[in-house]
């Protein structure tokens, strides 16, 4: 008799194992990572928390929206002074994040750096919004995010429609005042913008308009976005066939990056994923406070808000979702292709400061694009930063000089002309406001 020889496996069957091999792999490098992590309070911290770290009062408010989303909205009633919280007449102000992003983009550098605490300083009433699908907008009265693939059929024009005037009447409500000042980053312009264009109740809501970083046309987008288009089919699939309809990889992602980030040796590597996508390396990014920035961005959103923005790339406009086909355009919108937003009847003051180095919203897509299509409104401030990118306007470390002093006077102007008497002081003046490297347009 004879032996069978062994069969080897042939080469096709090492490249298929290749893959669950290399899975497991990467899998384990990222659990010892995340058990390996060095401490940091700041990055478990959630944003009340964060706010009470440094010493200030924070108020949390659950908003129901019209379709019964809950959004949680963050308050910093008054600044550290606590002589402060008896004066009558501070301004109202709403900050409101980006794609992707929540309400701790405001206060994730220290006091003398973010947005939020500095408001809160110079003597205003500071509220924070967060948008449906985000960590702080995951619950809904009926649906379920976690099962109920409805959840998350919403894209940046519910948030407009919807979160939006939400948000602000609470504002308003809960401070007692007729009108508020709004600052809008990105994405938190665009659905501003968006709402302006149709609701005649929201313009006596807002006293003024403070664009950063506006992404309202992105037909000039760069850097990594750009070179992944070919996803887009992919990502138009998974948002009509699956029925998980998170941006469900994003949020793997952020788990991953979280503990990955934490860990001194990968902060360039972190930081460049963050350029790659931002605009090139900028010297006001603090990389020290990587692992804080990693555990908080890529909060949550759907796929089919990321398709409506892959829409306004690709069609180099800005309209209302398209939903693929005639007969649901004409269901949703009375017309086969869905309606553009005219950005003329915005007639709200509004102020623009944008980076000539972000990849996202480019220099093109701002000049040529939407200060022309605003020409039914005041632009009163039109400034643009030679070297900031789409993130310095949140995190730089020097923000709160370039962009929130600005702002914090221009709402103090607003303020005082609204006042007859002169009885009372409207917050105090931070910092000096400077040009150095700022260039005025
Ligand atoms: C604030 O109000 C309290 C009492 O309501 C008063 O004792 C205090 O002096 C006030 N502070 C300022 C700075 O006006
Ligand atoms: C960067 O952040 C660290 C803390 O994370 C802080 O100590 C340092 O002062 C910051 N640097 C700048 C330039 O703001
Ligand atoms: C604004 O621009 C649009 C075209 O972009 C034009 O149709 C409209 O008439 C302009 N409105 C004013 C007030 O100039």
């Given at each position: 008799?004879?032996?069978?020889?062994?069969?080897?496996?042939?080469?096709?069957?090492?490249?298929?194992?290749?893959?669950?091999?290399?899975?497991?792999?990467?899998?384990?490098?990222?659990?010892?990572?995340?058990?390996?992590?060095?401490?940091?309070?700041?990055?478990?911290?959630?944003?009340?928390?964060?706010?009470?770290?440094?010493?200030?009062?924070?108020?949390?408010?659950?908003?129901?929206?019209?379709?019964?989303?809950?959004?949680?909205?963050?308050?910093?009633?008054?600044?550290?002074?606590?002589?402060?919280?008896?004066?009558?007449?501070?301004?109202?102000?709403?900050?409101?994040?980006?794609?992707?992003?929540?309400?701790?983009?405001?206060?994730?550098?220290?006091?003398?750096?973010?947005?939020?605490?500095?408001?809160?300083?110079?003597?205003?009433?500071?509220?924070?919004?967060?948008?449906?699908?985000?960590?702080?907008?995951?619950?809904?009265?009926?649906?379920?995010?976690?099962?109920?693939?409805?959840?998350?059929?919403?894209?940046?024009q519910d948030m407009a429609d919807r979160d939006l005037p939400a948000l602000v009447n609470r504002a308003l409500r809960e401070s007692g005042v007729d009108s508020l000042h709004y600052v809008?980053?990105?994405?938190?312009?665009?659905?501003?913008?968006?709402?302006?264009?149709?609701?005649?109740?929201?313009?006596?809501?807002?006293?003024?308009?403070?664009?950063?970083?506006?992404?309202?046309?992105?037909?000039?987008?760069?850097?990594?976005?750009?070179?992944?288009?070919?996803?887009?089919?992919?990502?138009?699939?998974?948002?009509?066939?699956?029925?998980?309809?998170?941006?469900?990889?994003?949020?793997?992602?952020?788990?991953?990056?979280?503990?990955?980030?934490?860990?001194?040796?990968?902060?360039?590597?972190?930081?460049?994923?963050?350029?790659?996508?931002?605009?090139?390396?900028?010297?006001?990014?603090?990389?020290?406070?990587?692992?804080?920035?990693?555990?908080?961005?890529?909060?949550?959103?759907?796929?089919?808000?990321?398709?409506?923005?892959?829409?306004?790339?690709?069609?180099?406009?800005?309209?209302?979702?398209?939903?693929?086909?005639?007969?649901?355009?004409?269901?949703?919108?009375?017309?086969?292709?869905?309606?553009?937003?005219?950005?003329?009847?915005?007639?709200?003051?509004?102020?623009?400061?944008?980076?000539?180095?972000?990849?996202?919203?480019?220099?093109?897509?701002?000049?040529?694009?939407?200060?022309?299509?605003?020409?039914?409104?005041?632009?009163?401030?039109?400034?643009?930063?030679?070297?900031?990118?789409?993130?310095?306007?949140?995190?730089?470390?020097?923000?709160?000089?370039?962009?929130?002093?600005?702002?914090?006077n221009d709402v103090k102007q607003v303020e005082a002309a609204k006042l007859e008497s002169t009885t009372c002081t409207i917050g105090l003046p931070v910092f000096p406001p400077s040009n150095e490297i700022i260039r005025v347009t």
């Amino acid at each position: 008799h004879h032996t069978r020889p062994s069969r080897k496996p042939s080469k096709g069957y090492y490249c298929i194992m290749a893959f669950p091999t290399t899975f497991v792999v990467i899998i384990l490098f990222m659990v010892i990572l995340a058990l390996f992590a060095p401490e940091n309070g700041e990055c478990r911290m959630n944003v009340p928390q964060t706010i009470r770290k440094w010493g200030y009062p924070v108020e949390t408010h659950n908003v129901i929206t019209e379709d019964g989303y809950v959004l949680e909205m963050h308050r910093i009633p008054h600044g550290r002074n606590k002589g402060m919280s008896n004066t009558t007449c501070r301004p109202v102000i709403l900050l409101q994040h980006g794609l992707e992003m929540d309400s701790s983009n405001w206060v994730d550098n220290p006091p003398e750096q973010a947005a939020a605490y500095v408001m809160a300083d110079a003597g205003f009433d500071v509220w924070m919004g967060n948008v449906r699908g985000n960590r702080y907008g995951r619950k809904h009265i009926k649906l379920d995010s976690g099962t109920d693939a409805k959840f998350w059929k919403f894209s940046w024009q519910d948030m407009a429609d919807r979160d939006l005037p939400a948000l602000v009447n609470r504002a308003l409500r809960e401070s007692g005042v007729d009108s508020l000042h709004y600052v809008g980053h990105s994405q938190g312009s665009l659905i501003m913008f968006a709402r302006l264009s149709e609701d005649e109740r929201l313009k006596k809501q807002i006293s003024s308009f403070h664009a950063l970083a506006p992404a309202v046309y992105v037909a000039n987008i760069k850097g990594l976005f750009r070179r992944f288009q070919f996803a887009i089919p992919m990502l138009r699939w998974w948002n009509s066939h699956s029925t998980i309809g998170e941006l469900v990889p994003v949020s793997l992602f952020r788990l991953a990056s979280a503990s990955i980030c934490a860990h001194t040796f990968s902060f360039g590597i972190c930081s460049s994923i963050l350029f790659n996508i931002a605009g090139p390396q900028s010297q006001y990014y603090n990389e020290t406070r990587t692992p804080v920035y990693f555990s908080h961005v890529l909060s949550g959103t759907s796929a089919r808000n990321v398709v409506h923005w892959t829409q306004m790339v690709i069609d180099r406009a800005t309209r209302k979702f398209d939903f693929g086909s005639r007969r649901k355009n004409m269901a949703a919108y009375k017309s086969p292709n869905p309606p553009i937003y005219d950005f003329s009847k915005v007639t709200v003051p509004v102020h623009i400061y944008w980076g000539a180095k972000d990849w996202l919203v480019s220099d093109e897509d701002i000049e040529s694009r939407l200060i022309p299509a605003l020409n039914g409104t005041r632009i009163e401030t039109r400034r643009k930063f030679a070297d900031y990118n789409h993130f310095d306007f949140v995190w730089g470390t020097t923000a709160s000089r370039d962009v929130y002093s600005p702002i914090i006077n221009d709402v103090k102007q607003v303020e005082a002309a609204k006042l007859e008497s002169t009885t009372c002081t409207i917050g105090l003046p931070v910092f000096p406001p400077s040009n150095e490297i700022i260039r005025v347009t």
